[in-house]
Nanobody
């Protein structure tokens, strides 16, 4: 059974940092891109970052480029999202998902497997 489990969310003050983790089981990362998406209350789910493998150039949404860093540990089957300089507008449920890299960049519809999400709340 394919599973993606996110962790690391929580409450943080504006300007602070959090590190999200996504642990995958039931499949190997080879051939899959892993993406982070987020959904704020009343808003559509949007792409944050995608990575194809540990050595490839990742994708970042304009809103997070320069503040967030995605990384992958193939040995552990885990993907991380380091979030720095957090802003109140980063408040959302963050999901990791697996699928095709082009699909990942294109948006949430391109992904095959999803985790249940972890809540990030940034207080101003």
């Amino acid at each position: 059974e394919v599973q993606l489990v996110e962790s690391g969310g929580g409450l943080v003050q504006a300007g602070g940092s959090l590190r999200l983790s996504c642990a995958a089981s039931g499949f190997g990362f080879g051939g899959y891109a892993i993406g982070w998406f987020r959904q704020a209350p009343g808003q559509e789910r949007e792409g944050v970052s995608c990575i194809n493998d540990a050595n490839s150039r990742p994708y970042y949404a304009d809103s997070v480029r320069g503040r967030f860093t995605i990384s992958m540990d193939n040995a552990k089957n885990e993907v991380y999202l380091q979030m720095n300089s957090l802003k109140s507008e980063d408040t959302a449920v963050y999901y990791c998902a697996a699928g095709d890299f082009i699909g990942c960049v294109g948006g949430p519809d391109g992904m095959d497997y999803w985790g249940k999400g972890t809540l990030v709340t940034v207080s101003s």
